[in-house]
């Protein structure tokens, strides 16, 4: 570019931003929406954010980001002064005024454990009704295996003959990194059995393909099940390091250096292997549960993912069991400090966090439990509100007879244990995330119990 007259370059940065750049709406603005909108408008789309939720829209309108995700700010707010991104509540608008429509809302899961696609099928039927040229329907929230043909069907039965294409494109965000994980992908998967569609989306992510990114094209169902064979492996490595720390604990190993040992093996990797309390978060255990009843519709029966909850739900007791052995099985009148609420660090989100497991079998003991999280307490706060909400670990920490690390933050790895120790010999410590220094706090002589006897300096 540097060779070319500015002319010429501004020439080719317009036929570019002609080429590639779509007008796009997405349709539902929770963690998955908004941050695939944000990114959207980041790479050089026309993006319009819709949801029903008037409070969330008018936040969004106001600079008011009503999740926590790093960079998201960023990006919001300097696409928003560009006008490459818009927040409305008008759907049947949004839907109207754009090529690539793509749905992004919530599919939770139902009392018997299989997906609730109410929301996914009322926003069909707004689309069915504002197809007023061709466009792409893309689903990215996740659906049971085989939904994206019957939401085809759904659409097409009421869509009065205006063409439009289907495609299923999974996403792979984890809350907290989602910003990094959307902009920096594995992978692209595109669902379709439309050519055109796969041109189309080609052009949505265009930048990634320059980069050599792999843009995976395949058929609506196998993108269904590529995206919860993911989700459900990767649930079950934790599972499984967590089951494997269990074994550490009962034979003297040590679950650092067995972790090593396995990560050194590029067949089975470095990453998700980090014992925990369990896992959490609105992803996988909703999606191992609707991946099982996905099976048994089949008449498949998915063992090891049945194997994988089953495991995470053991785990999670265990975990209790150590609790009240180290408060001698005698919790009436002591006092527990939970560090850590979210399911996971970098978040606020409390969705089936372990702490919720922990606290519903502790609190009709009549213990005394006091917590600390630095962004999660809000969110607890709507569902355990007697609990004793401390400003600051410390805080938390005094007077208490035991203290129970349950999510990994930062912050409580500078806390000066040593200080805190010597000013309450009493204080005994189960950190579930092996986050503090094993050596330093045996040899403090401290009751320190972590997952799997790791020996982390
Ligand atoms: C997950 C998937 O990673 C993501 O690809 C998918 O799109 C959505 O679901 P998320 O649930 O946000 O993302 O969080 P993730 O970082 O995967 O952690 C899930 C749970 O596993 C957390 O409770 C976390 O604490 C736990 N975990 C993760 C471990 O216990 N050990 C690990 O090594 C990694």
């Keep these: 570019m540097k060779h070319l007259s ?45 949801d029903i939720d008037d409070n969330k829209i008018n936040l969004l309108q106001a600079g008011v980001i009503p ?25 049947p608008d949004a839907i109207q005024k754009s090529d690539i429509v793509f749905i992004a809302v919530g599919t939770p899961t139902k009392d018997d454990g299989t997906s609730d696609t109410t929301a996914l099928y009322k926003v069909a039927e707004i689309i069915s009704e504002n197809l007023n040229n061709y466009k792409i329907i893309c689903i990215k929230s996740t659906i049971p295996i085989g939904t994206s043909k019957k939401i085809f069907d759904y659409i097409k039965a009421r869509s ?23 902009l920096y992908p594995n992978r692209i998967v595109i669902g379709t059995e439309s050519l055109i569609a796969q041109e189309k989306m080609a052009l949505v992510y265009a930048s990634f393909i320059e980069n050599n990114i792999p843009f995976l094209t395949t058929d609506l169902v196998s993108a269904e099940t ?22 550490c604990e009962a034979s003297g190993a040590c679950i650092s250096m067995v972790q090593q040992g396995m990560m050194l093996d590029e067949r089975i990797g470095k990453s998700f292997l980090n014992p925990g309390p369990g896992f959490g978060g ?4 909703k999606d191992c549960e609707a ?17 994988c909850l089953a495991s995470n739900a053991l785990h999670k007791e265990t975990i ?17 400090t939970l560090l850590g609420l979210a399911f996971k660090a970098g978040t606020d989100d409390v969705r089936c966090s372990p702490a919720i497991t922990i606290i519903e079998k502790l609190l009709p003991s009549g213990i005394k439990i006091k917590v600390y999280d630095p962004a999660a307490m ?60 094993s050596r330093m706090m045996r040899a403090m002589g401290c009751y320190y119990l972590n997952a799997g006897n790791a020996i982390v300096n």
């Design 282 to 285: 609105s992803c996988f255990p």
């Design 291 to 307: 991946l099982i009843h996905i099976g048994d519709s089949f008449d498949v029966d998915l063992k090891i993912v049945k194997s």
């Design 320 to 336: 209790i069991k150590k609790i009240i052995s180290a408060l001698d099985d005698d919790l009436e009148n002591k006092t527990v």
């Design 378 to 437: 809000n969110n607890m706060q709507k569902i355990f509100p007697t609990l004793e909400y401390c400003s600051s670990a410390h805080e938390a920490l005094e007077n208490s007879d035991l203290t129970v690390i349950l999510t990994e933050w930062p912050e409580f790895k500078e806390l000066a244990f040593e200080k805190i120790v010597t000013k309450n010999k009493s204080l005994k410590i189960i950190d579930t995330r092996n986050i503090l220094d």
């Design 67 to 91: 999740i926590v995700e790093e960079h998201l700010n960023t990006i919001i707010t300097s696409n928003v002064e560009s006008k490459k991104l818009a927040f409305t509540t008008n759907i």
């Design 6 to 50: 500015p002319i010429f370059a501004s020439i080719l940065l317009c036929s570019f931003y002609t080429i590639y750049c779509q007008k796009i709406s997405v349709i539902g603005t929770g963690y998955v929406g908004l941050v695939t909108g944000a990114c959207l408008a980041y790479l050089g789309h026309e993006v319009i954010c819709a």
């Design 226 to 247: 590529i995206k919860y064979a993911c989700n459900a492996f990767l649930a079950t490595k934790i599972a499984y390091i967590n089951d494997i720390s269990r074994l």
């Design 160 to 182: 009065k003959n205006t063409q439009f294409d289907l495609v299923f494109n999974p996403e792979f965000l984890r809350e907290g990194q989602a910003v990094h994980d959307f």
